[in-house]
Nanobody, 114 residues
């Protein structure tokens, strides 16, 4: 399984970005897919996840600002990020879970200027 994340970049605080994760296999087969982020010197934390049934969960710091979605036809998972804050700056990673396996994509850098 290969996951390719894209869509990162530099944005001003209050702006928006949409991250995309392209999977080499049908995203519908994964139990869940998610986005994690890792800032310098910090651990990698869950930002948002979506299950194969479409259930979503978010870290409380992004609740109401970020939206995760999945396109089963295009085999893509998106993370729409609105009202970005400097604290959201990090490398964002796509993850897929198909128990008992976990797959990671390469990261995409998000930089937020204040």
């Amino acid at each position: 399984v290969q996951l390719q994340a894209s869509g990162g970049g530099l944005v001003q605080a209050g702006g928006s970005l949409r991250l995309s994760c392209a999977a080499s296999e049908s995203v519908a087969r994964f139990n869940s897919m998610g986005w994690y982020r890792q800032a310098p010197g910090k651990q990698r934390d869950l930002v948002a996840a979506i299950t194969s049934e479409g259930m979503t969960n978010y870290d409380e710091s992004v609740e109401g600002r970020f939206t995760i979605s999945r396109d089963n036809v295009k085999n893509l998972v998106y993370l729409q990020m609105n009202s970005l804050e400097p604290e959201d700056a990090a490398v964002y990673y796509c993850q897929a879970r198909s128990y008992p396996y976990v797959y990671w994509g390469q990261g995409t850098q998000v930089t937020v200027s204040s």
